[in-house]
Structures are given as C-alpha cells and as structure tokens.
C-alpha cells in the first residue's frame, strides 16, 4: 500500500505541474482519464466563485454530502483518521483511512469499496484526493482526482464523479440539484473507451 500512496503522490505531482503523458484523454475542461499500466486515474477541475472554507463544509460535513452527493458519512476528520460512506444510489459501502486532512486545503483518502453485485471484487486500491485552492478574492480552484482504478471502472466511474460535480456547484449556487441518473446519461459518452 506504501508503494500505490508514494506512486499517488507522484501522479499528482506531475497532474499538479501540467505534465501528461500521451495516455491522456482530454475530455473537456471538466475531467480526463489517464491510463498508465494496470492502472486508471482520472482528474476533475473546477474554478468556483465560493470561498475554500465553504466548499470545504461542502465535501467534508456529513450532512452537506447526503444532500449533493447522495451518501450516508461517518468522517473522522483528521490525518489517520477514516471515512465510512454508504451511497444511496448504487448502494457502494466506501472504507478508508484519511492520508492528508489539512483543513480548507486538502482531503485525501482511501477508497475502498466493498464488494457487491455490480463489483463482485469490490474495489481495494483507489484514492481520492480533493484539493482547494484560493484563485482570486473569493474563488476557489478544485481539484479532485481518484487514483488507482481499473481502466473499466475509470470509464464508469468518470461521468458519475462529473455528474457529482454538477450537483455540487447547483449545491453551492443554492440551485436545484440534476437527477443525478439523468446527468450521468447526458456525459457518458464523453468518457468512452
């Protein structure tokens, strides 16, 4: 595990300076996947007009979750802390320990998936790793990006982290949420093969 957590660091680091190797689908300025070996990650960027401190609520406060991204949370917010999520949509049971905590900046953490009808072997290796960064006086660039999937669960689990997205911004703009479903069906085709 010490191995996928220092190989996630340096993914990120290179995500963080630009640098993409030729594995990379561009999809739009809302995500790309990258394949590199066993291995899929796909990273989102969003520039929002809200102070950190309010996204930050927004993607660490239990109740704030249940609302836009459909999940039951148990957060102990703190680094070596864990996250225990129940998503209410596809019923995926979400377990891991929190690497990085660094309030309004940085929420990293395992995401293990236990297994269940759509994903006999679960999923055990994935990261994900949500970072704030103040862009002007009031926005905030986010960046979010899950490590370490399969390359099919990378192209099913794209549009469904850039319909979460566009649920957190109605969320955040205090307008009404998309179906989730409906949103998923309209970006699908954006993230194929």
């Known amino acids: 595990m010490k191995k996928i957590e220092n190989e996630a660091k340096n993914i990120y680091q290179l995500s963080k300076k630009d640098k993409v190797n030729d594995t990379t689908m561009k999809i739009n300025a809302s995500g790309s996947i990258t394949h590199e070996g066993e291995y899929s990650f796909l990273r989102f960027q969003r520039r929002l007009p809200h102070p950190t401190e309010t996204i930050w609520k927004e993607i660490t406060d239990p109740k704030r979750l249940s609302e836009w991204m459909n999940t039951k949370a148990i957060i102990n917010g703190k680094n070596g802390g864990t996250i225990d999520f129940v998503n209410t949509i596809s019923g995926f049971h979400t377990l891991g ?50 490590s370490y999937l399969s390359k099919s669960l990378s192209l099913r689990f794209a549009p469904g982290w850039h319909a979460y997205l566009d649920r957190l911004e109605a969320a955040l703009d205090n307008k009404e949420l998309p179906d989730w479903m409906h949103r998923f069906g309209q970006v699908k085709e954006l993230y194929c093969s």
């Open 97 to 146: 320990d929190i690497m990085k905590w660094e309030l309004n900046k940085v929420f990293e953490h395992q995401w293990h998936i236990a297994s269940n009808p759509s994903l006999p072997l679960g999923e055990p290796n994935s990261i994900i790793r949500w970072e704030l960064e103040q862009d002007g006086e009031s926005d905030t660039l986010l960046t979010l990006t899950h």
